[in-house]
């Protein structure tokens, strides 16, 4: 992405984005600044190609925001964008409504100590669910749980907040029976609890066996949708749904 962006007209990056881009003190993140936001655009642009008539707001408190289309859309129908990268790799998101979206990839050689950090940020039925899973599938179980807290403070656009991550629990809801998903862990149909936010979670392995992991979060119900995947090949092999109650309503069950 950083290649292509290379290759666009001087002055394509908005005036925000050009002080935020002023401001990246190495080369490095000046080029994932420049790669994230030029993958925004061809996003934006996914059904005319017209990348270029697309401008973004940037500021480092918030997620990037359309500010013109080139007329195309009515402001009403402005959409929603979200933007998360890890590993050398970019995710991005929009939608009609506020949307969040997190990507995580871990290395094949990293182990992460799973009971600490789910101590530190996971809810009680939360803990409970990944301590619960195969030893061998904890890591990949805690990366899902991760992705799922970022992206859902990303849809509130409050970024992440670590008061409150222990506040709500997420559950899985359903899983399309791949063997890397949670089996077992779906939510009771008796379970009335309105959501706070729903979620999908895709998962992968890189060739070079680093685990990938993404989540999609809105408010309502997300609608079927298969995410595109552009330059290093990689082939979604789980894919689960998730729902997300509160804290206060999880004590009360227990």
Do not use: N
Not at 112 to 121: G, K, P, S, T
């Amino acid at each position: 992405m950083a290649e292509q962006a290379g290759g666009q007209r001087p002055g394509w990056l908005s005036g925000s984005e050009q002080h935020r881009l002023a401001g990246l003190r190495t080369a490095a993140r000046q080029s994932l600044f420049v790669a994230c936001r030029f993958a925004l655009r061809q996003l934006l642009a996914a059904e005319d190609g017209a990348a270029k008539t697309w401008s973004l707001g940037s500021c480092a408190a918030r997620a990037p925001w359309v500010e013109w289309d080139g007329g195309r859309v009515d402001q009403d129908a402005v959409p929603w964008l979200s933007l998360s990268h890890s590993g050398g790799r970019i995710a991005c998101a929009k939608a009609p409504v506020a949307v969040g979206v997190d990507l995580e990839v871990q290395a094949a050689d990293r182990q992460r100590d799973v009971q600490a950090l789910a101590a530190l940020v996971c809810a009680p039925a939360e803990r409970d669910w990944l301590l619960s899973r195969p030893a061998e599938t904890q890591q990949q179980c805690f990366l899902q749980l991760w992705c799922l807290k970022e992206a859902y403070f990303k849809c509130l656009g409050t970024g992440l907040d670590l008061a409150r991550i222990r506040h709500s629990a997420w559950h899985v809801h359903c899983c399309d029976g791949a063997p890397d998903g949670p089996e077992g862990a779906q939510a009771s149909p008796l379970d009335t609890r309105q959501p706070l936010a729903h979620a999908r979670v895709w998962q992968s392995w890189a060739d070079d066996g680093a685990l990938v992991c993404m989540a999609l979060c809105a408010f309502s119900p997300l609608p079927e949708c298969q995410p595109r995947v552009s330059g290093a090949a990689l082939e979604w092999r789980s894919v689960t749904e998730w729902r997300l109650l509160g804290w206060a309503e999880e004590a009360e069950a227990s």
